[in-house]
């Protein structure tokens, strides 16, 4: 049963370093520098280079298209001595 284990922890880590592979040559905003950089760190750097990369081309958060809520002054106002 541990030769299942290690050998499906093997194959797990092939195929995310397999992905984040893919991820950095598809990087059209990095150049040869960067990306030789960066296949390195997925390579050579067993389970926290992969992550490092994931890190780095994840996709930006959408913007919510609304503004935020100013936040009520409410009695804070009447305290501040604004109406001496």
């Not at 093997?10 to 950095?24: E, F, N, P, Q, R």
């Not at 040559?25 to 150049?31: P, R």
């Not at 992550?51 to 409410?74: M, N, T």
């Amino acid at each position: 049963m541990r030769v299942e284990v290690v050998v499906f922890a093997c194959g797990l880590y092939t195929l995310v370093s397999i992905w984040a592979t893919i991820m950095v040559i598809a990087d059209e905003f990095s150049n040869r520098w960067q990306k030789a950089a960066q296949l390195a760190l997925v390579w050579c750097v067993p389970i926290l280079g992969p992550l490092v990369v994931f890190g780095v081309h994840r996709k930006a958060e959408k913007p919510s298209g609304k503004y935020r809520q100013d936040v009520d002054a409410g009695e804070d106002y009447g305290r501040s001595g604004a109406d001496d």
